[in-house]
Nanobody, 123 residues
Framework: QVQLVESGGGLVQAGGSLRLSCAAS????????MGWFRQAPGKEREFVGA????????YYAHSVKGRFTISRDNAKNTVYLKMNSLKPEDTAVYYC????????????????WGQGTQVTVSS
């Protein structure tokens, strides 16, 4: 089992940047692929991107590709989401998630979830 805690959210102006972090407990962090999702008010949880166990593989939703970058540091049990060129439509609660399998884009494909961190982008 793994526990996840996100941090780094906040208020930023359009065009700005933020880096979210997700710290994981346990000694088997490198056994999990990690995903980032987001959920805006009144909307379903949306896939943002994911990274493989070693960090060599990443893939992103079309809406964020080229602006967001996922990375991980297995020595620190942490995964990151760097967000550049932020837009008001990026406003949401951002969640990290973990699963032993790599390749999922649906929320149901991830076994463990953090509590989320709010990102608000003002216009």
């Amino acid at each position: 089992q793994v526990q996840l805690v996100e941090s780094g959210g906040g208020l930023v102006q359009a065009g700005g940047s933020l880096r979210l972090s997700c710290a994981a407990s346990g000694r088997t962090f490198s056994s999990y692929a990690m995903g980032w999702f987001r959920q805006a008010p009144g909307k379903e949880r949306e896939f943002v991107g994911a990274i493989s166990w070693s960090g060599e593989g990443t893939y992103y939703a079309h809406s964020v590709k080229g602006r967001f970058t996922i990375s991980r540091d297995n020595a620190k049990n942490t995964v990151y989401l760097k967000m550049n060129s932020l837009k008001p439509e990026d406003t949401a609660v951002y969640y990290c998630a973990a699963d032993p399998r790599f390749g999922g884009v649906g929320a149901k494909e991830y076994s463990y979830w953090g509590q989320g961190t709010q990102v608000t982008v003002s216009s």
